[in-house]
């Protein structure tokens, strides 16, 4: 698999793991970028510092790129 797939596979257990501190459940695999709800959005914007953080890891370059390739 794609190492750039499982980092955004991980990136989105991440989001649903916060989105389960505020209360909420989302479908697996949610797109959380995608969503018009700024919860969502958030859940998945803190991961992204995170993992930027962390690792060092510009998270949205690799879901646009991967989006452009037709892989997400």
Same mark, same amino acid.
């Given at each position: +698999? @794609? ?13 649903? !793991? ?22 969502? !959005? ?9 993992? @930027? ?6 998270? +949205? @370059? ?11």
């Amino acid at each position: +698999m @794609d190492r750039r797939i499982e980092i955004v596979n991980q990136a989105i257990e991440l989001a649903n !793991r916060f989105y389960q501190h505020h209360g909420y459940v989302s479908r697996e695999w949610f797109k959380f970028w995608q969503s018009p709800h700024p919860q969502e !959005r958030l859940m998945f914007e803190m991961v992204c510092e995170a993992f @930027d953080l962390i690792q060092g890891t510009e998270l +949205m @370059d690799i879901v646009n790129e991967l989006e452009d390739e037709g892989l997400l």
